[in-house]
C-alpha cells in the first residue's frame, strides 16, 4: 500500500507539471511557430 501511495504522488505532481509546461511553452511557441509557419507556407 505505500508503494501506491508513492506512485500516486509523483503522478499527480507530473500531471501538474506537464499541464503547467504544456500552458506555457504551447502558447508560447504557438504564436512563435504559426505566423512563420504560415507566410512561409
Given amino acids: 500500500m505505500t508503494q501506491a501511495h508513492h506512485l500516486q504522488e ?7 507539471v506537464a499541464g503547467l509546461y504544456e500552458a506555457g511553452p504551447a502558447p508560447r511557441l504557438a504564436p512563435l ?9
Fill in 33 to 41: 511557430t504559426d505566423p512563420p509557419r504560415r507566410p512561409g507556407h
Fill in 10 to 16: 509523483p503522478a499527480t505532481a507530473s500531471k501538474s
